[in-house]
């Protein structure tokens, strides 16, 4: 049994609002090392960016990529599944922002018109929903709402760096213990769902999507944490431009703790 039937929890909403009173949403991106992923992610974003374009942004989270977008003048709307995260971006949005923000599930977006947004983020339902059929329909749904030209961009955690990074940086039993499948290296999805490079790809291609590009967001930066937050600025600028040029080489998509994925219809 899982430990939140244990508890009594029963719909997705009380499932990952209760993890998010674990991990605090708000803090995530703000550190140097924890930033690169987010630096990594608007740049991917920019470069299919044109003024007037329309942004939906699932899984919100604390609104980082939408408050982001909406400052620089989008048109951008947040869809957020934990109220305590939607409730954040309101309090951040400013009154002259073109941002619409609903608390909603990315599985089931009927209030949103087929075909209409340039550029559709999806940066946390795909390592959250338990079941390949929920994440198909995810996908189903960003597919639906976005136009014939636009660009989906979906994140996954990536399974075989959870084992370097739970290893290296938080438990030193994690080698020795039941996490994972010592032979087929898959690790236990909890609390979040983690994908290798090849199930991410395929769950891509199966939904009759075509991949355009394959990014590792982050890269080393979570096992270099400590480094990487402890570099000057200007290192600091130099470690994002190298990260940059490595986060889009082929050979270092696996080494990442996220792998971003851009996509169209
Ligand atoms: C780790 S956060 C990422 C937030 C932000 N998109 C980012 O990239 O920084 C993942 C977010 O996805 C939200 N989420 C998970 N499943 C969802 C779903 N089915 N529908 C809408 N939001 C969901 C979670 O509540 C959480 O705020």
């Not at 499932?15 to 674990?22: H, P, T």
């Not at 949403?25 to 329309?54: C, N, W, Y």
């Amino acid at each position: 049994m899982k430990i939140e039937d244990l508890l009594g929890i029963k719909s997705e909403e009380e499932r990952v609002s209760a993890l998010y009173e674990i991990f605090d949403e708000d803090s995530r991106l703000s550190s140097k090392a924890t930033r690169v992923e987010f630096l990594t992610t608007v740049r991917q974003i920019e470069k299919h960016l044109q003024p007037g374009m329309k942004i939906l942004d699932l899984g919100a989270g604390a609104g980082e990529h939408s408050l982001y977008f909406a400052e620089k003048g989008y048109e951008v709307t947040s869809i957020e599944l934990v109220e305590k995260h939607v409730k954040r971006i309101r309090e951040k949005k400013r009154p002259d922002m073109k941002l619409k923000v609903f608390q909603g599930n990315a599985l089931e977006l009927s209030k949103l018109e087929d075909n209409n947004y340039d550029i559709v983020l999806c940066f946390g339902p795909l390592y959250h929903l338990e079941n390949i059929e929920d994440r198909f329909k995810c996908i189903e749904e960003v597919k639906r709402v976005c136009k014939n030209d636009g660009i989906m961009f979906f994140a996954f955690i990536s399974n075989d760096m959870v084992i370097v990074t739970e290893t290296m940086c938080y438990q030193s039993g994690f080698l020795k213990g039941e996490q994972y499948n010592h032979k087929t290296f898959k690790v236990k999805d909890f609390p979040f769902v983690f994908a290798t490079v090849d199930q991410a790809r395929e769950l891509i291609k199966k939904s009759g999507l075509t991949i355009v590009a394959e990014v590792a967001a982050d890269g080393l930066s979570e096992l270099l944490a400590d480094k990487i937050n402890n570099m000057d600025e200007e290192s600091y600028e130099l470690w994002l431009n190298f990260h940059f040029y490595y986060s889009e080489k082929p050979e270092f998509l696996g080494w990442s703790n996220h792998l971003l994925f851009l996509a169209q219809k």
